[in-house]
């Protein structure tokens, strides 16, 4: 035990620097994948609008959409939006684990400082602050930019993929209905 609380004391900082830049630079990653997946959906549901036209007054189509192309558009955005959303949700559920880290490492300081006398305790003392600071840094820091990156972005794709859905729907259904008299 005392050799275990000796590594998070000497290596617990450092360890909680590397995967707090680590879980930055995914969460990056993520956010510019999905404003670029966003972009792409956008563009797409600019090109797509309007594009099945119906003459009403003989309520006929006059152009014809292919629905097999944005059906097979809809599920590569969806499938492209999944693996990306699934990255983020993973690095965002480790966020919660820096203050469990910087608390982890504040035990170990203050058994460690305690055991080997007064004349340590400073040492223990000050892996304690430092673990626990570094460990609120990341989850706050992580947390925020979360909220305002990915985060934010996954909903604005979801809501983007549901109007293509919508307007694929009602593509389909119109051209059903105009097919039908």
């Known amino acids: 035990?005392?050799?275990?609380?000796?590594?998070?004391?000497?290596?617990g900082t450092i360890f909680i620097i590397v995967v707090g830049a680590?879980?930055?630079?995914?969460?990056?990653?993520?956010?510019v994948q999905l404003s670029l997946?966003?972009?792409?959906?956008q563009k797409t549901l600019n090109v797509k609008k309007g594009r099945a036209?119906?003459?009403r007054s003989t309520r006929t189509i006059v152009q014809k959409v292919e629905?097999?192309?944005?059906?097979?558009?809809?599920?590569?955005?969806?499938?492209r939006f999944d693996k990306a959303?699934?990255?983020?949700?993973?690095?965002?559920?480790?966020?919660?684990?820096?203050?469990?880290l910087g608390i982890l490492g504040t035990v170990a300081g203050l058994i460690l400082g305690l055991q080997e006398g007064l004349e340590h305790i400073q040492e223990g003392l000050s892996t304690a602050m430092d673990t626990t600071l570094w460990g609120l840094i990341f989850a706050i820091g992580l947390k925020v930019?979360?909220?305002?990156?990915?985060?934010?972005?996954?909903?604005?794709?979801?809501?983007?993929?549901?109007?293509?859905e919508r307007r694929y729907k009602d593509a389909?259904?119109?051209?059903?209905?105009e097919e039908g008299f």
């Not at 997946?37 to 959906?41: G, K, M, V």
């Not at 990255?87 to 469990?100: A, G, K």
């Not at 389909?172 to 209905?177: E, G, K, L, P, Y």
């Open 22 to 31: 680590v879980c930055l630079l995914f969460l990056i990653k993520s956010w």
């Open 85 to 100: 959303s699934s990255s983020h949700y993973t690095i965002s559920q480790m966020i919660p684990i820096f203050p469990l």
């Open 37 to 41: 997946l966003r972009d792409e959906i």
């Open 53 to 55: 036209k119906v003459d």
């Open 145 to 164: 930019l979360d909220n305002i990156g990915p985060g934010k972005a996954v909903y604005m794709v979801t809501d983007d993929l549901e109007e293509y």
């Open 1 to 11: 035990m005392e050799r275990f609380l000796g590594f998070i004391s000497q290596y």
């Open 172 to 177: 389909v259904d119109t051209a059903r209905f």
């Open 67 to 79: 629905y097999s192309r944005l059906r097979t558009e809809a599920d590569d955005l969806r499938e």
